[in-house]
Every structure is written in C-alpha cells, then in structure tokens.
C-alpha cells in the first residue's frame, strides 16, 4: 500500500482508532487515581477510608490513594470527636481562656461547657441578640444594667516597696 506524501498523519490517527477500539479499558485503568476519601490497597484497588468511633480519629492522613494502614486511635489530650465519622478529632474549648468557669468537662467524646462568667467580667450582647463567647472586664466603668458588673468592684493590688 503506497501513502500518498502528506498524508501518512492520517493513516496513522487511522490505525490508532482501530486499534484503541479492539483494546478493552476497565473503569479502573481510566481512573488509576482513588478519590479524596480512598486508598490503595495491595492490589492496587481503591477503598473507602475508615471510618472512626467517638472519641476517635485515623493515626495518618488518608485519601487519594494513601494511608491503606492508617487505625483508628483515641483522641489526643484536650481533643474530642462526638461521632463516628472520617473527620479528624477538634481542640477542646479553653473556659479559661474566655474567663468563664467551666461547667462541663473536655473528654475524647465531648468538648468542654463554659458556664457563667468569671467574677468581674460580663458578655456582651450583639445587636442580633447573641452574646458574645468570651467574657470581658467590667472595668472601673462597667455598662449599665449588667448584673455580673453590679456587685462586683475590682481593686487593684498595690505593692509597698520601703
């Protein structure tokens, strides 16, 4: 068979549509990547993440082909995870850190409550009717109407150096 000069580009996309056409392809090689919550596994299938308890996240990433020997292990200090899920476990809420006392306490399976301000400090409320997480100082001025700022007068501790 003589080609005529020029046209040897189509002969060629010619035979590759034939043969692409004769070769099957699976779903699995036109995809050879796993998705976002899959791993490999030693055959090299995609397979779905696992999944972890309360109280529990994976030791390693996993997803898009990694972590097939990632296990659930229990939640680091001050951290929680409320339910079974893929999701990484969260830090606890500081009570402190807000000056509030705490109410309930952080466990791997639930974060902490804040209960009432500390002495000396309120909440603000926003214009929706929210209050605000954290509390703040009543200072020598505290807002009017705030009953946590009422009764409570902060001194100053005044050191004496003879």
């Known amino acids: 068979m003589a080609l005529i000069p020029g046209h040897t580009w189509l002969f060629l996309l010619t035979l590759h549509v034939i043969y692409s056409s004769l070769v099957p392809v699976t779903a699995e090689e036109e995809t050879s990547e796993c998705r976002e919550q899959e791993y490999k596994d030693q ?3 995609c397979k779905p993440c696992k999944q972890c308890d309360a109280g529990h996240e994976l030791s390693k990433e ?6 097939e020997d990632a296990r659930c292990v229990s939640c680091r200090s001050n951290r929680y995870k409320e339910d079974r899920s893929l999701q990484k476990c969260k830090p606890c809420l500081d ?30 409320t926003k214009l929706s009717g929210f209050q605000d997480m954290e509390c703040i100082p009543c200072g020598d001025h505290p807002p009017p109407y705030e009953p946590h700022c009422e009764h409570s007068h902060i001194t100053s501790v005044n050191k004496y150096y003879p």
């Open 95 to 124: 009570c402190g850190l807000n000056n509030r006392f705490e109410k309930g306490n952080c466990s791997t399976t639930s974060n902490a409550v804040c209960g009432d301000c500390l002495p000396g400090f309120y909440r603000k």
């Open 62 to 67: 996993c997803g898009f082909g990694y972590g």
């Open 43 to 45: 055959l090299g299938n």
